[in-house]
């Protein structure tokens, strides 16, 4: 079992940033892949940014040059840095992770990220 913790949503003007965190505990295995995807009301979930326990980074067109993910291996923690945020950032920020060989997957609890002037 994998435990996920989110932080960091919260309200933000448009051009403001906000920095998620995703702390990971339980039974960590590597390889694997960290991630966040996000859910607006009336919308399909979707990719935000996923980075691998070796550092590979994928990015939505939506959010490239906006938003910087990183992770810290020793602490099994994710970071997403939102930059220049736009009212289409408002959603549901869920936290994710996946083991490559077992192929299971975690879910956090989702942090809402509002972005409004």
């Known amino acids: 079992q994998v435990q996920l913790v989110e932080s960091g949503g919260g309200l933000v003007q448009p051009g403001g940033s906000l920095r998620l965190s995703c702390a990971a505990s339980?039974?960590?295995?590597?390889?694997?892949?960290m991630g966040w995807y996000r859910q607006a009301p009336g919308k399909q979930r979707e990719l935000v940014a996923t980075v691998t326990s070796s550092g590979i980074r994928n990015y939505a067109d939506s959010v490239k040059g906006r938003f910087t993910l990183s992770r810290d291996n020793a602490r099994n923690t994710a970071y997403l840095q939102m930059n220049s945020l736009k009212p289409e950032d408002t959603a549901v920020h869920y936290c994710?992770?996946?083991?490559?060989?077992?192929?299971?997957?975690?879910w956090g609890q989702g942090t809402q990220v509002t972005v409004s002037s």
């Open positions: 339980g039974t960590i295995f590597s390889p694997n892949t």
């Open positions: 994710k992770w996946r083991n490559h060989v077992s192929r299971l997957e975690y």
